[in-house]
């Protein structure tokens, strides 16, 4: 049974910086494409960031240039640095798969928000 917990959300002024951790229970980091989700108020749920076991990497717009995305199959874990925030960065932050195996994985995320 694989499980996914998210962490490292909180409370960071604009300009500053956080870093979310995934953690998984099964050995899910040996799939190909894992990545990082935001949902905010009144908006879709959107992709932030992707990346493969190859290391091909895939950032949102918005994000460009201040988020870093990056993964460790050792310790089943995946990492997104934030850098200089923005307050439209607040959202819930999630880890999941884009295949379809992780429409069941969706868990309760970890809640980043931005003042400023």
């Known amino acids: 049974q694989v499980q996914l917990v998210e962490s490292g959300g909180g409370l960071v002024q604009a300009g500053g910086s956080l870093r979310l951790s995934c953690a998984a229970s099964?050995?899910?980091?040996?799939?190909?494409?894992m990545g990082w989700y935001r949902q905010a108020p009144g908006k879709q749920r959107e992709l932030v960031a992707q990346i493969t076991r190859g290391g091909s990497i895939v950032y949102a717009d918005s994000v460009k240039g201040r988020f870093t995305i990056s993964r460790d199959n050792a310790k089943n874990t995946m990492y997104l640095q934030m850098n200089n925030v923005k307050v439209e960065d607040t959202a819930i932050y999630y880890c999941?798969?884009?295949?379809?195996?992780?429409?069941?994985?969706w868990g309760q995320g970890t809640q980043v928000t931005v003042s400023s």
């Open positions: 099964g050995s899910i980091f040996s799939i190909n494409a």
């Open positions: 999941n798969t884009p295949y379809s195996l992780g429409r069941d994985l």
